[in-house]
Nanobody
Framework: QVQLVESGGGLVQPGGSLRLSCAAS????????MAWYRQVPGKQREWVAL???????NYADSVKGRFTISRDSAKNTVYLEMNSLKSEDTAVYYC?????????WGQGTQVTVSS
């Protein structure tokens, strides 16, 4: 069983940056592909970025070149560095395994991009 707690969201102006954290407990993240997802009210949750156990990363086209996913095994934490933020990045951001497990969704962290 894995527990995931997201943090680091907030209000930022367009063009700004934020770093989200996903602290895992109950199991090591080393054995899992980990991903970030986001959801806007009234829309389906969408995948944003993926960190594979072999070190490869993948990104949704909408964030490619602006977001960076990384992991710190010692801290058992996954990060999402977000740069050049746009208003359309406003959403609640979640981390989960890849593919996502329904039982592992946490509270998420709200990111609001607005001037």
């Amino acid at each position: 069983q894995v527990q995931l707690v997201e943090s680091g969201g907030g209000l930022v102006q367009p063009g700004g940056s934020l770093r989200l954290s996903c602290a895992a407990s109950g199991s090591t993240i080393n054995i899992y592909n980990m991903a970030w997802y986001r959801q806007v009210p009234g829309k389906q949750r969408e995948w944003v970025a993926l960190s594979r156990t072999d070190g490869r990363t993948n990104y949704a086209d909408s964030v490619k070149g602006r977001f960076t996913i990384s992991r710190d095994s010692a801290k058992n934490t996954v990060y999402l560095e977000m740069n050049s933020l746009k208003s359309e990045d406003t959403a609640v951001y979640y981390c989960n395994l890849w593919p996502a497990w329904s039982t592992y969704w946490g509270q998420g962290t709200q990111v609001t991009v607005s001037s």
